[in-house]
Structures are given as C-alpha cells and as structure tokens.
C-alpha cells in the first residue's frame, strides 16, 4: 500500500499528512489559501466538498494545503455553527474515498485515527469502547445485536467500519478547531468573507419573552442556534419546558431545525409526542445530574424561575468562584 | 430515637477499626445519608484516606455513597462545575420482589448471586473482554449486588453509550432481522438465497442463541418439529455442520423464517436479568461506597473476589457489628434467619431476645425491634 501524496491529500486529516505538510515544507502559497476558501465555503454553504483531480500530483499537495487554510479560516470564526458544518462535510468526504479503498488502506485510516480497527477473517472487528463512540444509535448498530467477543464486535461489513471512521473523522476535525492563533492576513481576509455566509437565525415569536427563561433554557438555546449537537437528554429537558412555555410545535420545530442532524419529521414527531405524553418538566436536580444545569439559582424547577426572585441568585453564582472545599458533613 | 443512638454509636465503632479503601479517591465526590435519607448531604470531598476516615468516625453516617464518576473538582457546584473526567462503568442487581417481603430469604439472595456470577463471567469477561484485575463486586449491603468495573476503556464513555452497555445486559432492542435473514451471493455466476442464523461458536449473542438452539436440536422431537429428516443422525450431522458456520440451509425447512422466528422470541423473552438501567447510564451517580455500612441493615457492604462469589453467605460476610449480645424487643415477627454460626428467629411480636449485635441491629433496623434496657 502506497503512503503517497495522493493517499495524504485524501485524508488530510490524519497525522501521517501532517508529517508529510512538515518534511516537504509546504507553504501556505495565495493560491493553497484561495483553495482552502473554497473548501470552506463547499462545506458551510453546499455541506459538500469536491473532489480533487486525479491523477494530477501537482493537485495533490493543493489538496492537502487546502485543508490546514480551511481549518484556520474555520477556527479563526470559532463558531460552533461552522465547525459542526465543516466536520460534517469533511467526514463525508473521507467515507466517499473510503468506500473505494481495499480493505487495508480503510483499516490503516483507522487505526491512524485511533480506532482499534483489524481484519476479521473476509469482514472486520473494532474495539468495543470505539464501537460505542462512534457508532449511530441505530437499531442494526446495538451492541445487543453485534458478534461482540472477547472486547471485540466481530464480523463487522466494510460499510459498518466506514460509517465508524467517518464519525471518528468527525470528531478529531471538530477537536481544536477555534484555538486561537496568529493567521496570515490573507487567511483572516477569507475568514471575514466566509462569516458572510452565516444564515440568520430568526427568532421564534415566543409566548414568554426569552429574557424571563431561566438561564439553563437560555444556555441550551444558544447551544442549539449555534449548530451544536445536543446530547438526547438536553434535547428533551429543552422540547419539554418549551412545550410547558406554551409555545406551538411549529415553532419549537423551528428552534430546533438548526440542530446538525436536523430532520423536520423525526423533530415534529417527537414533540408531539412530549406534548401528547404531558411530560413533566425535569427539576434542577435531575437537569445537575444531566449535566445541563449551569447556575445555582434556587428555583428547584426550571418552570418555576422567576427573574426577580432567582435572576440575582443566578448571576452571583456564575460568577462566583468555585466551590471547590468541601461541606463538612454534621454528625 | 435511642435506637438510631445505639446504632450509631456502632457504626462509630465499625468505622473506628475498618475504613473503605477507595481507588482514586481525591476524583471522587461523596455524600452521606441519615436514617431518613440515604444521600443527604453531597458534593463532599477528601484528598486523603485520613481525610475520609476522620469525616466517618466524626459524622458516623447511616449511609455512604461516592461517585462513579471523577472529576477535576469534585465538590464544586453546580454539576457542570466539577469538570467530569470519566466514570467506572457500574451494575447494580437488586434481588426482584418476592413474598418473603423486608427479610429477604435466602433463595432469593442465591438468585441473584448466581446473576451477579453469569453477569460477570459470561458478559464482562468472555464478551466485553474486561480483565479480572478490573472488576470489583460487593454486596450492597441489603439484597443485591453491586459490580464495579475500572477498565480504562470506557472511562470516557457518555450516557448514550452506557445506555448501549446496559441494553446489551438486559437484551433489549435484539431484533430477529440481524440474528435469522436471507443472504444473496454469487454462486456459480448466479445469486443464489441462503438462510443465515446465528453460529454457536459466534461472539455475543449470536454464539449465546446459536448455543441455546444447539441444546434445544439434542432433542429428537424437536428436530422432528422442524423436518422429519433431521431424526437421521447424518443428515443432523450434515445440518448442523452448516449451523456451525451460520448456514442454516443444508435442509430444507418449511416455514423456516416463521419456526426461527418463534424459537428466537421464545428464547428473547427469557433474557431479562435484573440490573437497574438508570445505575449503568447515569454518569454522575453517587453509589454506596463498598465496605461501609448499609443503615436499612447494619451489613457491611462487603467486596469480595470473583472466585470467591458463589460462597458468599451476606448475613455471616457482611456482619459488622460483632457478636456481642444486645437485647431487642420485638415490635413485629421476624422469620428463621440464618446468620451462619448460629440461627436466629422465629420470633413473635413483644418476645424479648437476647440477640449477637449484628442480628439484633438488622432486626431493629428493619423496623421489627426495638433496643430493649441497657447495653448487655
């Protein structure tokens, strides 16, 4: 198997290309930062990045340059909204070349991306733990219906291992994206370009006026307009209080459909189905554990936040330092 | 009230010789609990063994519990505070309902110590490939089983994937359609269909069903359920052969997908075991700390190794008290209890007995006694 340029302008990502960008001394040129322009704006506005030519060696190191410039652009914005966009649009277009590799080149990715991936006679195994982190929670993808052996889901289809790198890309793109550094000028010029692209997001015409929502509910709005993937559980504390807020579900699907696995159906679906079920609103407690409430404010129920009452309680403990002695317990 | 007093002061004396030794300690956070709630105060922290040795034997609580999880700061607040590092991945099994009701008998407490036993052999071990060195079980105390595991591995892991863990223990969402199905390959330049079932020799459940269905085929009749010709002990021979490499088409078998699919729900629906979901998944749950005393009982929750398991007697390991005799009078009837070295009960409601510590403790905290007159 061929460790070349093309292989490293197909999976820029892994550290195998780094190595490659370091010894070779590429350099960020005009033309490698117009490309990584473009690279950006294909994954941000079209959530599609082309392919690269062929067969072309010149293109290869375009490629790969094209990448490091899209992530500076993309971490110069530090927008939760365009790294979710572009780790998406990178992952797809790895899985699209990985579909067409043989089989060791797919298990060489893996492994370059940490994923304890090996051969299993004519299919493949994965490590347990990363099977769970980066499987879909998919009916077909449960643990309960693999052959796990031994710490290992055996007999694993090609297309399975993919749909796994292709979330372990996903993540290791989006990790440390929005560091700050110091960006050639014409890499911020692009950058400035590129944030033109950012949709408006229209605010929902909301019953209760978002300034009197207690500052969990504000926290996880802000998460979601951003493109930020919610775990689960967020999703529903947040579909809960809206539903209870008395908004319709036309426009809680609204707030939602900025979410990066948006779909309108499933959306709808699942708040008529909090609606229908009359959900209780989960109490502070329960939003602690969840790791989703953000301030000490005393209301014991995000439903029953005051701002004139908890709002002073609220503010003082985000910005209090932390508490970080313990509470001695009384005999 | 003067019973919560003799209690206490027992506690003080269990803690005074024994203390928990408890693995990364200063990640962790704890909370004690009273006679009316097992977690009362939270979001405490130690540095040291020293540290949490003094907070026991000043506070002498109830309950002790500490959290799976590790974190930067254990005892900051809110919860997102505590900058969360990873978790030891836990199962809880609980003895299920049974009429022998707050005194939990004996067969009940095998029960669920032989679950405890398959859950660790047969899932941790042979399935999730976890080292013995990285579990640990204890008693809870009560009438259940605590596992907790510390494999590096699923340190980091989320609810979500936790939540998959506890699916795989309890069975839940196994579908028929990735177990039994049609396979189409290229046979001679033609496609050609082939039934596909699980192999006995497969990981995960497949090689569990696959094994069930082996044993259940020893049975003439049975196979003669599924084609009269599987009587024949060469064409057996042949088919399962097949079986063994996931081919379940070396015979043809009328209503195949039908019969399969029966045989596979029949065997689905004998799966639950018993362990409480929402202990696997929470990733900030505060569990009872193993070896300190359980207040619903006066046992120790006592670890143990693996081997050891199918031994464990919980009234004679997890005794904590001693055998001192103290005097109780009895506010309802208690049953015969077994206490290994010596028997206990029946006893009816307003007989005085003169009782070893660790029973008299267990009856009065199960509210069927009450400390009668003065020490001794």
């Keep these: ?331 | 009230m003067h019973d919560v007093q003799e209690i206490t002061g027992m506690i003080g004396g269990f803690y005074a010789k024994s203390v928990p030794k408890v693995p990364d300690l200063e990640t962790r956070e704890f909370g004690f609990g009273s006679p009316e709630k097992k977690i009362e105060t939270r979001h405490m922290w130690y540095r040291t063994g020293r540290e949490l040795a003094d907070a026991l034997r000043k506070a002498r609580p109830f309950y002790v519990s500490y959290s799976a999880a590790h974190y930067e700061l254990p005892a900051a607040r809110p919860m997102v505070k505590k900058n969360w590092l990873g978790a030891d991945l836990i199962f809880d099994l609980d003895a299920p309902a049974h009429d022998c009701g707050k005194f939990t008998c004996d067969e009940c407490l095998a029960k669920i110590r032989a679950q405890t036993e398959t859950l660790a052999n047969e899932f941790l071990i042979d399935d999730f490939g976890i080292p013995k060195s990285e579990i640990s079980v204890n008693f809870s105390g009560n009438r259940g089983y605590h596992i907790h595991v510390r494999d590096k591995r699923f340190f980091d892991l989320n609810r979500e994937a936790r939540r998959e863990i506890a699916d795989y223990i309890t069975g839940t969402g196994i579908t028929y359609e990735d177990f039994f199905h049609f396979e189409e390959a290229k046979k001679n330049h033609r496609l050609v269909k082939s039934f596909r079932g699980p192999s006995p020799k497969a990981g995960g459940y497949h090689g569990k069903i696959g094994r069930a269905l082996e044993k259940e085929l020893e049975d003439a009749k049975f196979r003669g359920s599924l084609n009269r010709k599987l009587r024949d002990d060469a064409v057996f021979a042949s088919f399962m052969a097949g079986v063994y490499e996931g081919d379940y088409d070396r015979l043809n078998i009328a209503k195949r997908d039908e019969k399969f699919k029966e045989i596979f729900s029949r065997f689905a629906k004998k799966l639950p075991r018993e362990i409480d979901v929402n202990v696997t998944c929470d990733v900030s749950k505060l569990i009872r700390l193993p070896d300190s005393i359980h207040g619903g009982s006066g046992f120790a929750s006592r670890t143990f190794a693996l081997e050891k398991i199918g031994e464990f007697m919980p009234r004679q390991d997890a005794a904590a008290f001693g055998w001192e005799p103290r005097e109780v009078a009895m506010t309802e009837a208690a049953p015969e209890l077994d206490f290994g070295e010596f028997k206990i009960g029946p006893y009816a409601p307003g007989s005085v007995q003169k009782l070893p510590a660790t029973a008299a403790a267990y009856l009065v905290l199960k509210g069927a006694a009450t400390f009668h007159g003065s020490k001794g």
């Design chain 1, 1 to 331: 198997m061929a460790l070349d340029s093309e292989f490293f302008a197909k999976y820029p990502f892994l550290p195998q290309s780094k190595e490659y960008v370091v010894s070779k001394g590429l350099e960020l040129t005009p033309d490698f930062v117009e490309a990584g322009f473009n690279r950006a704006r294909g994954a941000i506005v079209d959530g599609k990045i082309s392919q690269f030519a062929r067969g072309v060696s010149l293109a290869y190191d375009r490629e790969i340059a094209s990448y490091s410039a899209c992530r500076m652009m993309v971490s110069r914005l530090d927008s939760a909204y365009f790294s979710n966009r572009l780790a998406i649009a990178e992952s797809k277009r790895a899985s699209a070349y990985l579909e067409r590799e043989k089989d060791p080149e797919v298990i060489l990715v893996a492994q370059s991306m940490g994923v304890d991936a090996r051969p299993d006679g004519q299919a493949f195994q994965v490590g347990m733990a990363d099977y769970l982190r980066y499987t879909p929670r998919d009916v077909h993808y449960k643990l309960v219906n693999t052959r796990l052996l031994n710490g290992m889901v055996k007999g694993l289809t090609k297309e399975k291992l993919v749909r796994i790198i292709e979330e372990a890309v996903k993540k290791r793109v989006m990790s440390g994206l929005g560091a700050k550094g110091e960006y050639p000028k014409l890499v911020q010029e692009y950058a400035k370009k590129l944030s033109e692209t950012l949709p408006k997001i229209e605010q929902a015409n909301l019953n209760i006026p978002m300034e009197n929502y207690p500052p969990c509910i504000k926290a996880l709005l802000s998460r979601l307009a951003i493109s930020e993937n919610l775990p689960h559980t967020a999703r529903v504390a947040l579909a809960i209080y809206l539903v209870r807020a008395g908004l319709d579900n036309d426009k809680i699907t609204k707030l939602f459909s900025t979410a990066p696995d948006y779909n309108e159906g499933t959306t709808r679906y699942q708040i008529e189905y909090i609606r229908k079920k009359e959900y209780s609103m989960p109490s502070c407690a329960t939003m602690d554990s969840w790791g989703i409430c953000v301030a000490t404010c005393r209301c014991f129920n995000p439903l029953k936040f005051n701002p004139r009452i908890h709002g002073r309680y609220a503010e003082a403990s985000m910005k209090s330092a932390d508490e970080t002695r313990p509470r001695e317990s009384s005999g």
